[in-house]
């Protein structure tokens, strides 16, 4: 028989949840049984800040030789462009390609952050043709220096 119902769950991490299981009674008691062996959503949570935390430290160190110009949009694409940034410049300072220097240059020269945002699912491969694309459509040259208009 299809069931909706409320129980309170005492999860791994100790806790106890009031959780609103919906099915049919088997259904029902195993979503229960699996509830018992997680953590609670307040742990999961606060585990999931500390992780993001010490990822972001860990990128932050693997690019701080990195002069990082300052982004441009709205303040909370800013912010949210700025975690991207440092994430995608870590990503290619330690990936095993030998042109990682060269890669981080180019993307340097990105200052938009509704690009960053944009484009932040994308291979590395791609996110690399398209970081080369953003800048010729600008007319930025790809080797750093400056257009023949600027």
Not at 4 to 24: R, S, T, W
Not at 79 to 97: C, Q, V
Not at 120 to 135: N, T
Request: proline residues 3%; charged residues 25%; contains cysteine.
């Amino acid at each position: 028989m299809f069931t909706i119902m409320e129980q309170q769950i005492v999860h791994a991490c100790g806790h106890e949840q009031v959780h609103v299981i919906y099915g049919f009674d088997t259904q029902v008691a195993r979503k229960a049984r699996w509830l018992r062996t997680t953590k609670c959503r307040a742990c999961f949570v606060a585990d999931k800040k500390v992780e993001q935390t010490e990822a972001a430290a860990r990128d932050s160190t693997t690019i701080a030789h990195l002069d990082l110009p300052p982004l441009t949009g709205s303040e909370r694409q800013v912010t949210w462009a700025e975690t991207i940034r440092i994430n995608r410049l870590a990503k290619l300072m330690t990936s095993p390609h030998t042109s990682a220097e060269a890669d981080c240059d180019l993307c340097l020269r990105i200052y938009d952050a509704k690009w960053w945002i944009d484009h932040r699912d994308l291979s590395p491969a791609d996110f690399l043709i398209q970081a080369l694309r953003h800048l010729q459509i600008a007319g930025m040259p790809a080797n750093g220096q400056r257009s023949v208009a600027a």
